[in-house]
């Protein structure tokens, strides 16, 4: 993927870290503007950590802040695995905290599927309509195998033309989750994808090459203005 920006960085830390800076500036720069700032959050080692920094930031303290998640595990709400699970209690008062339909608020899958989806549409229609976006920024972690969000090899969900579709068959626990699809991925004006660690590097290597969706799905995946890669050196060995 020639048109990739790449930066890269000496170690997980440094990703973390420059990863919650730009994006806290991004965002202060938005509400600064007046304007409303949807950002999408990733689970993982790495995605975790970044919002649980970037939650303790008082730039985020606003109503003109959506946060979402691109994917989510389907379990009880408060679940230490759900990628939600991170999020202050006093925030939901401050930003707008778009979560995902739990176990407890929805009685079966596809029933949340709706919810998530209606929920998405209310809140991103009319900026779609304007300006082509659903998401500013959405960040996402390529994994060891090139999945990103709950986007899997190989997998049924990467043709589906869905807003947001269930996964009841994940090759990684849990084996039930909520994901965006492509469509909406794709409607991110921009995308930043996360690398680290030395077991990413043979899927980081296939991605830049441009390889195939369905071997990496994180190649089917672009920003409308701009894609980069945060990647730890090791990674990009």
Same mark, same amino acid.
């Given at each position: 993927?020639?048109?990739?920006?790449? !930066?890269?960085?000496?170690?997980?830390? $440094?990703?973390?870290?420059?990863?919650?800076?730009?994006?806290?500036?991004?965002? /202060?720069?938005? !509400?600064?503007?007046?304007?409303?700032? &949807?950002?999408?959050?990733?689970?993982?080692?790495?995605?975790?950590?970044?919002?649980?920094?970037?939650?303790?930031?008082?730039?985020?303290?606003?109503?003109?802040? &959506?946060? @979402? @998640?691109? $994917?989510?595990?389907?379990?009880?709400?408060?679940?230490?695995?759900?990628?939600?699970?991170?999020?202050?209690? $006093?925030?939901?008062?401050?930003? /707008?905290? &778009?979560?995902?339909?739990?176990?407890?608020?929805?009685?079966?899958?596809?029933?949340?599927?709706?919810?998530?989806?209606?929920?998405?549409?209310?809140?991103?229609?009319?900026?779609?309509? $304007?300006?082509? !976006?659903?998401?500013?920024?959405?960040?996402?972690?390529?994994?060891?195998?090139? &999945?990103? +969000?709950?986007?899997?090899?190989?997998?049924?969900?990467?043709?589906?033309?869905?807003?947001?579709?269930?996964?009841?068959?994940?090759?990684?626990?849990? /084996?039930?989750?909520?994901?965006?699809?492509?469509?909406?991925?794709?409607?991110?004006?921009?995308?930043?994808?996360?690398?680290?660690?030395?077991?990413?590097? /043979?899927?980081?290597?296939?991605?830049? +090459?441009?390889?195939?969706?369905?071997?990496?799905?994180?190649?089917?995946?672009?920003?409308?203005?701009?894609? !980069?890669?945060?990647?730890?050196?090791?990674?990009?060995?």
């Amino acid at each position: 993927m020639s048109d990739i920006q790449i !930066v890269d960085l000496s170690s997980e830390a $440094d990703v973390i870290n420059k990863v919650v800076k730009d994006l806290t500036d991004y965002i /202060q720069t938005s !509400v600064a503007g007046n304007k409303e700032v &949807h950002i999408s959050l990733t689970g993982g080692r790495a995605g975790t950590q970044i919002a649980e920094k970037l939650f303790t930031s008082p730039v985020i303290d606003s109503r003109l802040v &959506h946060i @979402w @998640w691109s $994917d989510e595990r389907f379990l009880n709400t408060g679940n230490p695995d759900r990628n939600d699970s991170v999020v202050p209690a $006093d925030l939901e008062t401050k930003a /707008q905290i &778009h979560r995902m339909p739990s176990v407890d608020n929805s009685t079966d899958l596809n029933q949340a599927v709706d919810k998530a989806s209606s929920e998405l549409h209310l809140n991103t229609t009319t900026r779609f309509c $304007d300006r082509n !976006v659903m998401m500013d920024v959405s960040l996402l972690s390529i994994g060891p195998d090139g &999945h990103v +969000a709950s986007l899997f090899p190989h997998h049924s969900a990467l043709s589906s033309t869905a807003a947001i579709t269930p996964i009841t068959d994940s090759p990684k626990p849990p /084996q039930i989750r909520l994901t965006w699809t492509y469509s909406t991925l794709n409607a991110s004006e921009q995308i930043w994808f996360m690398a680290t660690g030395s077991e990413k590097a /043979q899927a980081v290597k296939k991605f830049l +090459a441009g390889s195939s969706p369905e071997e990496i799905p994180a190649c089917g995946v672009k920003g409308k203005l701009k894609t !980069v890669l945060y990647a730890e050196k090791s990674a990009l060995s």
